[in-house]
């Protein structure tokens, strides 16, 4: 049981360029959620799923896009990097909403520059 | 909205020292609390919870009391360890069927030396 992980860990890109952050768990959570975590912010939740085909907005959207074609996967696509995406990026996963346990499990982060 | 007021840090102690970092928040009726920590490069995980009002979290020798009085939920450790060192936030959940949404604080940044 891998939990959640992400690709890569480590990731820098040009202003401009796009590219797409991996997350995927192996523990069947219907709930999958993007955050972003900066300094003196806490984290910052960009987008969610609650299940396979199904995603939304979060607090800090722009800039990002989201798709849930399999309840294991939920890739985080940068259209067109802008350096004040320079963060570090949280996958997320839970059970359903009003499953008795809804603890969050997080992925060990990709850590993102913009130059 | 929600939300949630935590202890800005950063907090530095020696080791076996007392530690509090003080929780607040706002929220419709008597949400479940959580604490999670975040040790140096690695995502977060959930250090303890709370589901009702009055109960207390434990886990690694960190407690929390939830207290609706003052809409508290602030975490303590009679002993800190080197190995305590990390960020802490304090987080709640949507109301409503949202309850997976999480609102997390700042973080408190704790630095424990020997």
């Known amino acids: 049981n891998a939990g959640v992980t992400q690709t890569p860990k480590f990731q820098v890109l040009k202003t401009g360029q796009s590219m797409t952050l991996q997350c995927a768990q192996d523990?069947?959570?219907?709930?999958m959620s993007w955050y972003r975590q900066d300094p003196g912010m806490g984290l910052r939740l960009i987008h969610y799923?609650?299940?396979?085909?199904?995603?939304d907005q979060g607090e800090v959207p722009n800039g990002y896009n989201v798709s849930r074609s399999t309840t294991e996967d939920f890739p985080l696509r940068l259209l067109s990097a802008a350096p004040s995406q320079t963060s570090v990026y949280f996958c997320?996963?839970?059970?359903?909403?009003?499953?008795?346990?809804?603890?969050?499990?997080f992925g060990p982060g990709t850590r993102l520059t913009v130059t | 909205g929600d939300s949630v007021t935590q202890m800005e840090g950063p907090v530095t102690l020696s080791e076996e020292a007392f530690l509090t970092i003080n929780c607040t928040y706002t929220a419709t009726g008597y949400p479940s609390l959580f604490w999670y920590v975040q040790y140096p490069g690695e995502g977060l995980q959930l250090l303890l919870k709370?589901?009702?009002?009055?109960d207390k979290g434990s886990n690694k020798g960190f407690e929390a009391t939830y207290r609706k009085e003052t809409t508290s939920f602030h975490l303590e450790k009679g002993s800190v360890q080197v190995s305590d060192s990390a960020v802490y936030f304090c987080a709640l959940p949507g109301s409503g069927g949202s309850n997976y949404k999480l609102t997390f604080g700042k973080g408190t940044l704790l630095t424990v030396n020997p």
């Open positions: 799923s609650v299940g396979a085909g199904i995603t």
């Open positions: 523990m069947n959570h219907e709930y």
């Open positions: 997320a996963s839970s059970y359903q909403p009003g499953h008795s346990s809804y603890e969050q499990y």
């Open positions: 709370a589901t009702k009002a009055d």
